[in-house]
């Protein structure tokens, strides 16, 4: 129930004494004389029983059972005596039980303390008549009035001091004002705190109450009056199972040793972070058990997509990792385009070879990806480093049953692997020029003055790089390219650094070696210039290789034919290695190149007429030009997506006619343009070429390299480390597999 004084004739307070006045009691009764609003919460207060209210009679009108609505215009009445002021009270009420009055009210009737003596008035002041003390107390109303307000759900009232009251949380016990002396403070500073999420006690109880059902109608009623947190506070909800899933993807993503959840330091800092979490149940076992359940739902993943999404067939690509103990690691990697022209390169499988060196070590790990991913039927070809792959017959008799060409195309060495092999051979036999240079390096650098002195004579000649010197990372061969050619291009500096420092001098190249460096960074330029696509072209495709090899064996052809023995002997050891490759891959880089409409059968042409002669050059074009329309053959049995009603008949009418299609497209001529994307070409012109677009989507999918962007320039094959080769096997494919497709997001 709420009442709400609304009127107050000034004419009464000119004869109340000041220390008998009183502020507004918690019924939220506004005193227009005093000013003060209160929100009426606070419920346990008893009844007034100053001198004010020996001038006041309180009256209510008839119980209703839904708010009155407050007229403006109505104006408030007031019966004024010589001996009585009245003030007439409209009441709001709000009745759960319509049959239960205000406990102030007798039968709904106001209860009036008439100024016509102290000894019908109770507790009237020191006249009051002692006698009547018995009548008096039954007849003013001490019961409490019960408390409305939610907020005292949450709060408790202590008395501080005399006239000193505070209200105290009840669960983190903070204490609030809430009166001093006839002072009555509001509620809202207390519904702040339970609302506006300050009280971390209670949010955790809140928490904990959701979690739990309410059974009993109590509870119900009780929710019902609860209050909502505000929507700018989130509501945090502890699980310990999200959180060791968290954990889990945390060690995977950053390579973290599964041990370190029973560290010391890590179990101290969680505990502090979250004291809920039970570390009891986090020990090694169950971390590698969530790592496992987290590759899963990953492999589910990328397996519902592989399904759904892949429109053509799967190239694979092996690397192979060893280890301290002697065991290998094979990296099985496929590439693929999906239905919408987009080119993916995904980690399938970690298989671990006992004997890596053995014959069979790579078919055997292609057996084990087939098999796990369902993909006998969707292989085109397998990329492999050095190691050759061999497989037993029968295992190639079943692969060849859904390989195209027969298996012509199956197998191909990794490009980057080639371009390694060749520089660190180069830089191997050149190893004594290389090293006096970087020694020169290492002198400037390694020392302030030095350097300082360098640069002063950079200035001073007016050296026009940019370049400035560095020291190489001796496991990846570019940089010690790099550090070579920035050398070559100040070697004016060096030449003249030992007029600052004669001990320089002692280790300075001469020109004869400098000229040893040029030739160096001549030969390197070459395969530099490709191995940088691979390494910064997101997944490219196959037919931007095949120029670039070419253009490598055009430039080494050439300085073969130098005079300087040093030269020729670098350059044919060079092309040795770039003809090996050439004739395993040739063919299929041919292929891809045709399917790419900025260069089609017309650049093969050109190529092999420059490097082969008139009878070599048209019997390798006649080949590639007998596959390509062999492999066309194939595809163009395979089912085109019809309806069924028509495709019966509509594919006699397009087997009349399937030779026109590839006809059509190498009869025009070659897209001449400099920024161009070729599955994007494909993709708007696949309803031109509906078979051909097939063969494309395969054809450049082909992955020219085994290694990922960043180890293209190893010089290395990747070693393991130590930690997880000392885990199953299992967990070591979990772990890194799942690494890999997290990377992805969803898939």
């Not at 009993?216 to 009780?222: F, L």
Request: aromatic content about 10%; overall charge negative; glycine content about 2%.
């Amino acid at each position: 129930m709420q009442r709400s004084l609304v009127a107050l004739h000034t004419h009464c307070l000119d004869f109340i004494p000041e220390e008998n006045m009183i502020m507004p009691d918690e019924n939220n009764i506004e005193l227009a004389a005093y000013g003060n609003n209160h929100d009426g919460t606070n419920h346990d207060t008893e009844q007034p029983t100053n001198g004010f209210w020996d001038h006041i009679t309180l009256e209510t009108e008839e119980p209703m059972m839904s708010p009155i609505q407050q007229n403006p215009d109505e104006v408030q009445k007031m019966a004024i005596s010589d001996h009585e002021e009245k003030i007439i009270i409209q009441t709001q009420t709000h009745y759960e039980d319509p049959e239960t009055p205000f406990p102030e009210f007798e039968n709904n009737k106001a209860i009036s303390y008439p100024n016509n003596g102290a000894a019908s008035c109770p507790n009237s002041g020191a006249d009051s008549n002692p006698n009547n003390e018995e009548t008096n107390h039954e007849t003013q109303p001490n019961k409490r009035r019960k408390r409305k307000s939610t907020v005292w759900e949450h709060f408790t009232i202590q008395t501080e001091s005399a006239g000193c009251r505070r209200a105290y949380c009840n669960q983190c016990k903070r204490s609030y004002a809430y009166s001093k002396g006839s002072k009555v403070s509001g509620t809202s500073h207390l519904r702040r705190h339970v609302e506006k999420g300050s009280c971390a006690a209670l949010l955790r109880s809140q928490d904990n109450n959701q979690s739990e059902p309410s059974s009993s109608k109590g509870a119900t009623n009780s929710s019902k009056r609860s209050y909502k947190r505000a929507s700018s506070t989130p509501q945090f909800v502890f699980d310990q199972d999200h959180f060791r899933n968290d954990i889990a993807r945390m060690i995977i993503m950053h390579d973290y040793p599964l041990h370190m959840v029973e560290h010391p330091g890590f179990v101290s800092f969680v505990q502090n972070l979250q004291p809920e979490f039970n570390f009891n149940m986090m020990t090694f076992d169950t971390v590698q058990g969530d790592c496992i359940a987290a590759y899963q739902t990953e492999r589910q993943s990328l397996r519902k997509f592989i399904q759904q999404g892949v429109a053509g067939r799967i190239c694979l690509s092996l690397d192979m990792w060893t280890s301290s103990q002697g065991v290998g690691y094979v990296f099985v990697t496929g590439h693929f385009i999906d239905a919408d022209w987009k080119l993916h390169r995904r980690l399938l499988n970690v298989v671990m070879e006992a004997y890596p060196d053995s014959d069979t070590a790579l078919s055997h790990a292609v057996k084990v990806c087939l098999h796990n991913w369902s993909l006998e039927s969707k292989l085109f070809s397998v990329t492999y480093n050095d190691q050759p792959l061999i497989m037993s017959e029968a295992v190639f008799e079943s692969l060849k049953l859904h390989l195209p060409s027969n298996g012509q195309l199956l197998a191909n060495n990794c490009l980057a692997r080639t371009l390694s092999s060749i520089a660190k051979e180069v830089l191997g036999n050149s190893h004594d020029i290389v090293k006096k240079i970087r020694d020169s390096i290492k002198y400037v650098t390694t020392s302030e003055p030095h350097e300082e002195k360098f640069l002063v004579l950079k200035k001073q000649l007016q050296v026009p790089s940019e370049r400035n010197i560095f020291l190489d990372d001796q496991t990846k061969w570019n940089t010690t390219y790099q550090m070579l050619v920035s050398a070559n291009e100040l070697k004016q500096v060096f030449s003249c650094f030992d007029t600052y420092d004669a001990e320089f001098n002692k280790q300075a190249p001469s020109m004869e070696d400098w000229k040893l460096v040029e030739t160096l960074c001549t030969h390197l330029k070459s395969i530099f210039d490709t191995a940088y696509i691979l390494a910064t072209t997101t997944n490219p495709t196959a037919s931007i290789f095949f120029p670039e090899v070419q253009r490598i064996q055009e430039e080494l052809s050439k300085l073969i034919t130098s005079e300087d023995p040093f030269v020729s002997n670098l350059a044919r050891t060079m092309l040795e290695k770039i003809n090996t490759y050439w004739k395993n891959c040739s063919l299929t880089l041919a292929i891809a190149v045709v399917m790419d409409p900025r260069y089609k059968m017309k650049y093969v042409e050109f190529t092999f007429k420059k490097i082969y002669s008139e009878e070599e050059a048209q019997t390798c074009i006649k080949m590639v030009d007998d596959r390509i329309h062999e492999l066309f053959q194939e595809y163009s049995t395979m089912p085109l997506p019809l309806a069924p009603n028509y495709a019966e008949e509509f594919d006699v009418y397009i087997m009349k006619n399937l030779k026109t299609e590839l006809d059509q497209y190498l009869a025009e001529p070659p897209i001449r343009v400099h920024e161009f994307d070729v599955l994007a070409w494909w993709k708007l012109n696949q309803m031109m070429y509906p078979t051909l677009s097939q063969m494309a989507r395969d054809m450049l999918s082909f992955p020219v390299s085994t290694v990922p962007c960043d180890s293209v320039f190893d010089t290395n094959a990747k070693e393991m480390d130590q930690y997880r080769s000392s885990l199953q096997a299992e967990t070591v494919e979990a772990l890194i597999c799942t690494k890999d497709w997290m990377q992805y997001g969803s898939h």
